[in-house]
């Protein structure tokens, strides 16, 4: 990620963001996005299909959360947040489900976990963007 | 999308949920999304940044949108209307981007009507849906 | 799909390239991606790992294809001959999977045929594209 | 990633696939994927058509290989093996791309190293896949 830094700041970022917790995020949602993916993948094999659905739906939503963040001139703040609380919300949900089967499954156990990290990196920068915009 | 009709009644749609409107949303998902990716490389051959972005975005949701309508076994009333209601704005700012270019740029009058289409294919679906569950 | 049409024939399509044909496997590539999306999610509650692991790689490759055939700016025949020949291969992997579950699932039945159909359409594309660049 | 490993061990790797090597690819596809995002939107700012396209398509790409890879149930050599070689020849068309602004748009230059990395980690898998199916 480190080449992803220069990117980054050599863009147009909007006016105050933090960096540092933009990375983090996109970090979070990489790796909940691939836990997701793996989880689904196990899942199935078990006849878990409510799991398998919530995974995957939390692996599109992250990946689609990640992609919307790289792009520089796409920035709206009020588009960025509601996605984000979406997102947040889907973290949250996959992991509870997940966490119901994280004693017998371990890629649950780790998807819960990537799924917290996700909806955390999330909440710290919603926090962070709503002091910048306090009407949204 | 006939063959899909079959499938989706074959399979466990949420009680009520009615299946016309749900058509009716993944194939307005559906035509915007591909509106999108073509409005966006256009677009970036004309140096259009902020309208190739805001339409990658909406592309990029639409996509995960229908990925999500078309999981039965991840139906979750909250989650869904969240991600209807992010989906929903991204399409209307989407839409009122490219109407701004709408006279000289053909892709984007075409892409501000796929937009148009998709915006009110989930209004009408979000509105059936909070009449089946009035506390959201 | 008409809205599509005007908007490809008023951008730069490679010359040569039949028009009627490339619709025709956009149509069949969101068809498949769809009917494998659904059939993924249904497989999973079924415990069938494999045919849910297939259904949701061809999935992400049609969805894939389609997006880089509707970006006319990055058209590149060599790169496309090789995406699609992925692409029929995994459609007929896919196909072959899930005849194997066809009697007693609707959904894979469903799945084969689309999955079928996709590969039919970019086996004729390919056909014609070869003519065009028979050094490739 | 560190996470992953624990997942993807407890998981049904194919026998004798190198974990490591496995690792470096899914780390090379999440980071070209990701420069290749940013590239395609600052390119469009730039009216860089062609790049922007080139780099679309080879986010997409990479994150399909990469969910590709992540699916333990989805494993099928020759499949892997082909998107693998068409994901290759995209990353380096697409650096070849890239490299031709690299002096003047420091997010090409980066893109291009990312592609290179993709490019890379893929030869050093297909040259290990081949050994282990030397029929295909």
């Known amino acids: 990620m480190d080449m992803m830094k220069g990117a980054m700041s050599a863009s147009d970022m909007p006016k105050g963001m933090d960096m540092s917790m933009l990375e983090e995020c996109l970090e ?3 790796a909940c996005m691939q ?3 793996m989880c689904a993948d196990a899942d199935a094999g078990e006849g878990m299909g409510r799991c398998a659905a919530m995974c995957s739906n939390c692996a599109d939503m992250c990946g689609t959360m990640m992609r919307m ?5 796409g920035w ?4 960025m947040m509601s996605m984000m609380e ?4 889907m973290c949250r949900a996959c992991s509870a489900e997940c966490m119901m089967h994280a004693e017998m499954s371990e890629h649950c156990r780790m998807c ?3 799924c917290d ?4 990196a999330l909440e710290k920068m919603l926090g ?8 949204m």
Do not use: F, H, I
């Not at 709206?76 to 588009?79: Q, R």
């Open 28 to 30: 979070a949602l990489s």
């Open 35 to 37: 836990a997701c993916v």
């Open 69 to 73: 963040m790289l792009r520089m001139n």
């Open 76 to 79: 709206d703040m009020a588009l």
């Open 86 to 89: 979406s997102t947040m919300a």
């Open 112 to 114: 819960a976990m990537a």
């Open 117 to 120: 990290q996700a909806a955390m």
């Open 128 to 135: 962070s963007m709503r002091e910048m915009a306090p009407a």
